[in-house]
């Protein structure tokens, strides 16, 4: 919390005092993460009136929202923040916000706007690509050229690396040729440890300071399209997250596979999570595993333990309240007989 604050301090006023409005945000972004949103808002409503013209303050707000992924109460106040001084950076979070809330038309066009302005910056050849491209699953191709250069121009960006990854896999579910979900499981498989990046360290929808679950559910999915799932990149074969990852998706491919592959996938979770034990996603993962496995006390203790971790899981309330996981069947997960075929293969 407190090297938190610090960054937090740091970037708003370049310093801190015990009752200035950076420790007061500080406070109010820690009660709308711990589940007190009425606290919160009415510290962020009395910081605006004290401030009505301080533009990265409303940034700021919007953002502290964006960590608990309420994007419908960040807009306004991304709104309000680009009308004061717009910038890249916040006229990009706000044409993203209004994408993810459905106004897709107006979200694109100003994209296009901003990538017109900077057709050479990485980031936004990378917003446009994915969010109004591949996410809509139209230009594919045209949108995978543009993200291998955005690879270029950000090298070391995991969430760019996900978009190119992900655009591999979108063109994969309309081609089914195997070379495209190959090539994205790849991409997938280096964006995931990439995608972990410092508190602070740039605009984004999700609250950056841990593994990407859009990064990793795409992964996921990728693997669970495989007749086979297996992580593929070599040098990565003992990562946690990747093994988080495939356990997921094993998991997920009990119908497919069978009660085999539950069971490593269960395997493979529990040993993700001793690695990672504050990991809200992965412990919701291995919840489903264990009700798919008829072990509903053990699911219980991961989901009450993945809602406290993760604001975005608090609606879970108790093994009853979600599937009884996927239906497992004989399968032929770990055999050495033909192997069931990905959708289209």
């Given at each position: 919390?407190?090297?938190?604050?610090?960054?937090?301090?740091?970037?708003?006023?370049?310093?801190?005092?015990?009752?200035?409005?950076?420790?007061?945000?500080?406070?109010?972004?820690?009660?709308?993460?711990?589940?007190?949103?009425?606290?919160?808002?009415?510290?962020?409503n009395r910081l605006a009136e004290r401030n009505p013209r301080d533009a990265d303050l409303m940034a700021r707000i919007a953002q502290a929202y964006l960590s608990t992924g309420d994007m419908k109460a960040a807009r306004p106040w991304m709104e309000r923040s680009v009308r004061l001084k717009p910038s890249v950076e916040t006229r990009s979070v706000l044409s993203q916000l209004r994408i993810a809330l459905g106004d897709v038309g107006r979200g694109c066009l100003e994209q296009k706007a901003l990538l017109a302005a900077a057709p050479n910056d990485g980031m936004t050849l990378n917003n446009y690509a994915y969010q109004c491209q591949v996410e809509r699953g139209v230009d594919l191709d045209q949108a995978i050229v543009a993200l291998q250069r955005a690879v270029q121009l950000t090298r070391g960006n995991g969430a760019v690396r996900d978009s190119l990854g992900w655009a591999y896999v979108r063109r994969y579910q309309q081609t089914h040729q195997a070379d495209d979900l190959r090539w994205g499981t790849l991409q997938l498989e280096q964006a995931v440890p990439l995608s972990v990046?410092?508190?602070?360290?740039?605009?984004?929808?999700?609250?950056?300071?841990?593994?990407?679950r859009e990064v990793r559910d795409h992964l996921i999915t990728a693997y669970t399209f495989a007749p086979q799932p297996r992580i593929l990149t070599t040098g990565l074969a003992g990562s946690q997250a990747l093994l988080g990852c495939l356990g997921a998706a094993l998991m997920k491919s009990g119908p497919r596979l069978g009660e085999a592959a539950v069971v490593r996938g269960a395997e493979l979770l529990e040993t993700a999570v001793e690695a990672s034990p504050g990991d809200g996603g992965l412990r919701f993962y291995l919840g489903e595993a264990y009700l798919a496995l008829r072990q509903p006390d053990r699911a219980q203790v991961e989901f009450d333990k993945a809602?406290?971790?993760?604001?975005?899981?608090?609606?879970?309330?108790?093994?009853?309240?979600?599937?009884?996981?996927?239906?497992?069947?004989?399968?032929?997960?770990?055999?050495?007989?033909?192997a069931p075929r990905g959708p289209g293969e």
């Open positions: 919390m407190t090297v938190a604050l610090g960054l937090l301090c740091a970037a708003l006023l370049g310093g801190c005092q015990p009752d200035d409005a950076a420790m007061e945000l500080a406070r109010a972004t820690e009660n709308l993460r711990s589940g007190s949103p009425s606290a919160a808002k009415m510290t962020f990046a410092p508190q602070g360290s740039g605009w984004s929808l999700s609250d950056n300071t841990a593994p990407s809602r406290a971790l993760d604001p975005a899981l608090r609606s879970i309330r108790s093994a009853a309240d979600t599937s009884s996981g996927p239906q497992v069947t004989e399968g032929t997960y770990g055999t050495t007989g033909k």
